[in-house]
């Protein structure tokens, strides 16, 4: 409870990526820890298929943008393979372990 976190998928990186900072209000438990701010977005977009605003920021390994994934109900298609599903893929072996 000591931080927040925003999660997104940087197309450039081709991984999840996560930004964290220090939550406003919590109980100082450590005096010597540093306080780290919110990120500050790069901007907006308006997402033309359902209507909403999307914030990008900039992703923390390469700088390149990613807009944040609020829920996992947003994530409608794999964003590395563009399936969309999460679903096994029955062509490809598997390794099962007892």
């Known amino acids: 409870m000591a931080f927040e976190q925003l999660t997104g998928y940087c197309r450039k990186c081709?991984?999840?990526?996560?930004?964290?900072?220090t939550?406003?209000?919590?109980?100082?438990?450590?005096?010597?820890?540093?306080?780290?701010?919110?990120?500050?977005?790069?901007?907006?977009?308006?997402?033309a298929q359902n209507g909403?605003?999307?914030?990008?920021?900039?992703?923390?390994?390469?700088n390149g943008p990613f807009a944040e994934i609020k829920n996992i109900g947003d994530l409608k298609h794999c964003p590395a393979c563009g399936k969309p599903d999460f679903a096994l893929d029955d062509t490809k072996p598997r390794m099962a372990i007892d």
Request: charged residues 25%; aromatic residues 12%; glycine residues 4%.
């Open 52 to 62: 909403r605003v999307l914030t990008i920021y900039a992703c923390p390994h390469c």
């Open 14 to 21: 081709k991984k999840f990526v996560y930004l964290q900072w």
């Open 23 to 47: 939550r406003e209000g919590r109980p100082v438990l450590d005096p010597t820890a540093k306080k780290v701010p919110p990120p500050k977005p790069l901007g907006e977009v308006w997402d």
